[in-house]
């Protein structure tokens, strides 16, 4: 069987990219299929194989502004030829699953979100404003929803990574979807239980819908310890008129990300994420969430057991989230139940079994 995988751009390694790497585990004779590739971001099972990539590939800019050629992106999926193939698999968070099947080819896709920009976090993206900008803006998003909507008749069955996603799908789409937990731990993990620091930590990109910016001013009231990892797009923003009780770390390595996990008191999650493999992460160190109550934190995170959920996206409710787990004594055998449900093993079979069912 000839096996093709589809991910929408390989730039760098996060949560998708992770999954993509338990699918190639699945199938190492798979051939590779993206829009972007950025050399030397990736694991060496990602970088070791066949990767095919469209002429969104060649653009200049392409390894920081290619979020900018979004327009582009469903034509460019749509290049590619895959006649020859007898499984396609998409790993999708924005055209991935749009590719063209050939007929006799049978094809499943992976969402990790319907195309966020367009849909559910538009108004976060582009804030309505007047003139000719927003107006093309406004026509893009037209095109691109249609496109989003009519593409997904060309998916023969759908799983995704949390029944949040699944409501999410059934409502753009109206197709059921399989709730597939992406595989955040390998199987060989256990929990660790390690004398915790006085500090807070977060692990996330700089993207709007993340809150890191709540978090931040949360701190500035609290005055306790954060530290932050990672970068992005909003990083030059937040840096600004930081106390100095929080910290900025850069992008760290994942063996020093673990020392931080360990280590921490808590995990800040402040964002509505459609998973998050970062909560199950930091509950591998026996470290509790304190979580945004909606979204896949809801999937992830027991309320009281593993983590504190805040109901309201504000300073002063994230604040009495963090005051009421101090409070809380957690047990080693809560954490180990509640991240058995997300491992590699387990997503490897689930995902096989879906697909035997094509």
């Known amino acids: ?158 799983t995704c990574n949390s029944s949040f996603i699944a409501k999410r799908i059934n409502k753009y789409y109206r197709r059921e979807a399989k709730v597939i937990y992406p595989p955040c731990l390998p199987e060989s993990q256990k929990v660790e239980e390690i004398p915790k620091d006085d500090f807070y930590l977060i692990v996330s990109a700089f993207a709007p819908y993340k809150r890191i910016d709540l978090a931040i001013d949360a701190f500035s009231k609290n005055g306790k310890r954060l530290l932050i990892i990672g970068g992005g797009q909003e990083e030059k923003s937040l840096r600004k008129k930081v106390p100095s009780n929080i910290e900025f770390l850069g992008g760290l390595k994942r063996d020093e990300i673990k020392t931080y996990y360990q280590k921490a008191k808590g995990f800040i999650f402040p964002g509505l994420e459609d998973f998050g493999i970062t909560p199950v992460e930091s509950q591998s160190h026996c470290t509790p969430v304190i979580a945004f109550g909606q979204g896949g934190a809801l999937e992830t995170v027991v309320d009281g057991k593993t983590g504190v959920f805040f109901p309201e996206q504000t300073a002063d409710s994230l604040n009495e989230a963090i005051f009421r787990s101090e409070k809380l004594s957690y047990k080693k055998k809560d954490f180990e139940e509640s991240i058995s449900r997300f491992t590699e093993e387990k997503f490897i079979n689930d995902l096989k079994f879906e697909v035997d069912r094509l």
């Open 1 to 158: 069987m000839k096996v093709a995988v589809i991910h929408d751009w390989l730039t760098g390694m996060r949560g998708g990219e992770l999954v993509l790497d338990s699918i190639l585990k699945l199938y190492p004779q798979a051939e590779l299929f993206t829009l972007i590739y950025n050399k030397g971001k990736l694991n060496e099972r990602i970088e070791n194989r066949k990767i095919h990539t469209a002429f969104t590939d060649r653009l200049p800019f392409k390894s920081s502004k290619y979020r900018s050629f979004l327009p582009l992106f469903p034509t460019a999926i749509e290049t590619f030829d895959l006649r020859g193939f007898d499984l396609i698999i998409s790993s999708s968070h924005c055209v991935a699953k749009g590719i063209i099947p050939p007929p006799t080819a049978k094809h499943i896709t992976y969402v990790h979100s319907p195309m966020r920009y367009v849909w559910d976090l538009y108004y976060d993206y582009f804030p309505r404003r007047s003139g000719f900008k927003f107006f093309l803006i406004q026509m893009i998003s037209n095109y691109l929803r249609m496109w989003d909507v009519s593409s997904s008749s060309r998916v023969d069955r759908f």
